[in-house]
């Protein structure tokens, strides 16, 4: 039998053991923003009762301290009959993280894939709670792959460099 005592990648040896090796600590969720528009109420037409859902996912990260980073999951959520606005939702869900001891494009993706997935349950359920409270079946969003997503908008974001006309020379 061997013993498997292998460091977790991203560690060192001698830091993780005394707390002085890259960190990943969540210190808060909390509702940033919060919208719900129902223009018509519960007096919906009986064809309204079907309607189409238009979902829009957004984040974004502020650096709020030394180590410490705002990320904000939006979340839009608009159900529409035709033209009539059956309800709009907007969830702002928002998360402290203090991420230290990465490099940058660790923490870029930290950012911008893990702590979006932390959030996502927390603004699952506010989602389905604003739904319902307004007078709605509740609505679950679908999964989400963050991981995917922040692949292919680094991808996406390489493209555009790669694009971009080179500076000419200075006259």
Sequence with gaps: MTDNNQIPAGTTGDGAANGQGPTVALQTVYIKDLSFESPKGPFLPAQAQDPKIALNLNTATTSVGPDAHEVVLTVTLEAKNG???VYVAEVKQAGIFVVRGFGPDETRRILGAFAPNLLF??????VSDVVTKGGF???????VNFDSLFERSMQEQAARQAQAPA???AN
């Design 83 to 85: 033209d009539l606005a």
């Design 137 to 143: 079946p509740p609505f679950l969003l679908p999964h």
């Design 167 to 169: 500076p000419g020379p």
């Design 121 to 126: 349950p927390y603004v699952r359920q506010t």
